[in-house]
């Protein structure tokens, strides 16, 4: 039973415009949620999380945003650049527990 | 501060035998995951060490198996290797519950033939 999804696979952003990645959730202990990009042939890299008490962080062009009452969270890059083109992991945690990943969004960033 | 260090970076063996992957922390983090990625199935979860201790466990064989030692520094090993554990195993290390941030390393690219 998947306990984050990122039910779109792929998503095609012009370059300049905002890029909005979506993700859902089904376990209500999660309080603590992290996004994640990810190049070819690396580790994926850290790039922003949220913790259950807020409903927006911001950091840069990155922004997350939690929806509890919907169990969704979003995160928008603005504006987008061609580097951002990369997979981006959602990820929830339960406190002390571990870090569930969804299986990712393919974001091409369009001259 | 130095980042996650795993080695090796490639690793080809055959089925049936068994291997040995390890993960440097970064320094003062004393939590280390390890994480499976193939195409299609995302980032799972083999396991969670902290303090040299089991903390988690995913839902893999017992042909996975891990340790931490006093220094954080952490192996995993898989026996009798499957074709299907082709994959790359990327280990991650966190602060502790007072941050739950997980930092990567480059991963280990395990090619089973």
């Known amino acids: 039973d998947q306990q984050v999804k990122q039910n779109s696979p792929s998503l095609s952003v012009q370059e300049g415009r905002i890029s909005i990645l979506n993700c859902d959730y089904t376990n209500s202990m999660f309080d603590y949620f992290l996004w994640y990009k990810k190049y070819p042939a690396e580790g994926p890299t850290f790039l922003i999380s949220?913790?259950?008490?807020?409903d927006k962080n911001e950091d840069g062009r990155f922004t997350v945003f939690l929806n509890k009452s919907a169990k969704h969270l979003s995160l928008h890059i603005v504006p987008s650049q061609p580097g951002d083109s990369a997979v981006y992991f959602c990820a929830a945690s339960a406190r002390d527990d571990k870090i569930i990943f969804g299986k990712g969004t393919r974001l091409h960033i369009l001259p | 501060k130095a980042g996650v260090t795993q080695t090796p970076r490639y690793l080809i063996k055959t089925r049936g035998q068994q291997v040995t992957l390890s993960c440097s922390p970064i320094s003062g983090h004393r939590s280390v995951s390890w994480y499976q990625q193939t195409p299609g199935q995302g980032l799972q979860f083999l396991f969670e060490?902290?303090?040299?201790?089991?903390?988690n466990k995913g839902n893999f064989p017992g042909r996975f198996s891990g340790r931490q030692f006093s220094n954080s520094r952490s192996e995993m090993n898989v026996s009798t290797l499957e074709l299907g554990d082709s994959a790359l195993y990327l280990c991650?290390?966190?602060?502790?519950?007072?941050?739950?941030?997980?930092?990567f390393g480059q991963g280990t690219r395990l090619t089973v033939v």
């Open positions: 991650a290390s966190s602060p502790g519950a007072a941050d739950p941030r997980a930092f």
């Open positions: 949220i913790s259950s008490i807020k």
């Open positions: 060490y902290f303090s040299e201790t089991q903390r």
